[in-house]
C-alpha cells in the first residue's frame, strides 16, 4: 500500500513557518485519527466508485434532505452542480456520494491538494491556489478547459462558485460564501448544461472561525 501524505501544508503554497502551523494543527484535530481510517480502509477491495460514501461511513457522517423535493441525478446527460461550501471537504463528499450512486462519469472541481488520495484522481479537476504566477494561472486555465470539455461530453460537474469555505461574521449568525466566481456562469451559458443548485444548512463550529 502506498503511503499517503495527509497534509494540506504545501511546499509551493506555503512557507516554512506556515507549514509548520498546519501540521500542528492537523495534529491537534485529528489528522492521525483519519491516517488510521484510511489505512484500515485501503486494507480492503473497495469499489471506487463507492469510496465517497465508504468514507462517510467511516467517519459517521450522516446527511439529510430537509427540503420538500427529492434530489434526482439524471441518468445521463451534461449536469452542472453548484453548492454554498459551509462544511469544507464534508460538503464534496457529500455530493460526491450523492452523484456516485447514479452515475461514475462526474468530476468536482476542488483544491487540488485533494489528488493525494489515488482513489480520488479519476474524478478531481485540481484547482492551483497556490498564487498568481504563470504556473498557477497555466494550471488553472487547463483544469477550466477540462471542466468545460467534461460537460460537453456530457458528463457531471460538481463545483463551489465561491471557491473558498464559508465564513460566520459571528457565533449567532449564518455562515455566508464569499462572492461567487462568475466562471460558473460561463460554464452553464457556453455548455446549455443543466443546473442542480444545492444549499447546505449550517456552519463550521468555534474552532474553525478560530
Known amino acids: 500500500?502506498?503511503?499517503?501524505?495527509?497534509?494540506?501544508?504545501?511546499?509551493?503554497?506555503?512557507?516554512?513557518?506556515?507549514?509548520?502551523?498546519?501540521?500542528?494543527?492537523?495534529?491537534?484535530?485529528?489528522?492521525?485519527?483519519?491516517?488510521?481510517l484510511y489505512n484500515q480502509y485501503s486494507k480492503d477491495n473497495n469499489n471506487p466508485q463507492a469510496f465517497w460514501s465508504d468514507i462517510l461511513n467511516v467517519m459517521n457522517i450522516s446527511f439529510k434532505n430537509k427540503s420538500n423535493n427529492k434530489i434526482i441525478i439524471p441518468k445521463k446527460g451534461s449536469l452542472m452542480i453548484i453548492a454554498n461550501h459551509p462544511f469544507g471537504i464534508v460538503d464534496g463528499l457529500i455530493l460526491c456520494s450523492i452523484v456516485s450512486k447514479v452515475r461514475n462519469d462526474f468530476k468536482i472541481m476542488t483544491h487540488e491538494t485533494l489528488k493525494f488520495l489515488p482513489q480520488l484522481d479519476k474524478y478531481i479537476l485540481p484547482v492551483d491556489f497556490s498564487g498568481n504566477d504563470k504556473t498557477t494561472i497555466k494550471n488553472n486555465i487547463k483544469t477550466a478547459s477540462n471542466a468545460k470539455k467534461h460537460l460537453e461530453n456530457n458528463g457531471v460537474l460538481i463545483i463551489f462558485p465561491s471557491g473558498s469555505v464559508s465564513i460566520a461574521k459571528s457565533l449567532k449568525s449564518e455562515a455566508q460564501d464569499d462572492e461567487w466566481k462568475s466562471f460558473p456562469a460561463k460554464l452553464a451559458h457556453q455548455t446549455s448544461t443543466d443546473i442542480l443548485p444545492i444549499y447546505f444548512d449550517g456552519k463550521n463550529g468555534l474552532l474553525f472561525h478560530l
Open 1 to 36: 500500500m502506498n503511503k499517503v501524505n495527509f497534509s494540506y501544508a504545501s511546499d509551493i503554497e506555503h512557507s516554512f513557518t506556515q507549514r509548520l502551523i498546519i501540521k500542528t494543527i492537523e495534529i491537534v484535530t485529528g489528522k492521525k485519527k483519519l491516517e488510521n
